[in-house]
């Protein structure tokens, strides 16, 4: 069965700093991992979908990299701003679940002005 | 308007009531799925369908029920609620023919039952 860990649960910087985030699974065998962000009370926006073919994934300042056979992903927030607040989640297809999405328990991050 | 949308958006209900929820989506996908979301945990999976026809259980279906009226709507049942189902409830799409098989989600239901 697939396990999805994210560490830290919490993190507070100050504006500007660079950051990672991470994500470990149990089962190398997936077929993508997608990295979401969660705004308090509201929905899932997805940022960043990597394939298991892919080493990584760019958009603006986020950048997501995969190694599938140290079973990690990290997400990297470059120049971080208050507005990049939320909490991130972590989501890995595995290539046996049909589809089906196992997540980790985010980690919560909070950018001081 | 929203691809992937979720009604209500939030209730209230008590012990032992029936509740539906329900999500419709425009985006022609034909995998459908049913999330919750506890407080500080992850999305688990609830139900989830292929298509019309193909409706499975995820990891936490015991207390729930689903129907799949057509492509575009799945529901959600609580048969009898129960506090401890109170969560946030997701639904989300995904298509077979997409090979980067990326789920779509809808905003989310809060569910309160007392």
């Known amino acids: 069965k697939q396990e999805v860990t994210q560490i830290p649960a919490a993190l507070s910087v100050p504006e500007g700093e660079n950051l990672v985030l991470n994500c470990s699974f149990t089962d190398s065998a997936i077929y993508n991992l997608q990295w979401f962000r969660q705004d308090p009370g509201k929905g899932l926006t997805s940022l960043l979908l990597i394939q298991s073919s892919q080493r990584e994934q760019t958009s603006g300042r986020l950048n997501a990299s995969l190694d599938k056979s140290s079973g990690r992903s990290t997400l990297y927030i470059a120049a971080s701003q208050p507005g990049d607040s939320a909490t991130y989640l972590c989501?890995?297809?595995?290539?046996?679940?049909?589809?089906?999405?196992?997540f980790g328990e985010g980690t919560q991050l909070t950018v001081n002005p | 308007d929203a691809d992937v949308t979720q009604t209500p958006r939030n209730r209230i209900t008590k012990t032992g009531k029936r509740i539906m929820l329900e999500c419709s989506q425009t985006k022609g996908h034909d995998r459908m799925y049913w999330y919750r979301q506890d407080p500080g945990l992850g999305l688990r999976l609830i139900y989830y369908?292929?298509?019309?026809?193909?409706?499975n259980k995820g990891e936490i279906s015991d207390g729930y029920s689903v129907s799949r009226q057509a492509q575009a709507k799945f529901s959600l049942s609580l048969e009898s609620a129960i506090p401890n189902q109170t969560a946030l409830y997701f639904c989300?799409?995904?298509?077979?023919?997409?090979?980067?098989?990326?789920?779509?989600f809808g905003p989310g239901t809060r569910l309160t039952v007392t």
């Open positions: 369908s292929f298509d019309v026809k193909d409706i």
């Open positions: 989501a890995v297809m595995t290539e046996t679940s049909g589809s089906r999405l196992t």
């Open positions: 989300a799409t995904s298509s077979e023919r997409e090979t980067r098989h990326e789920q779509y």
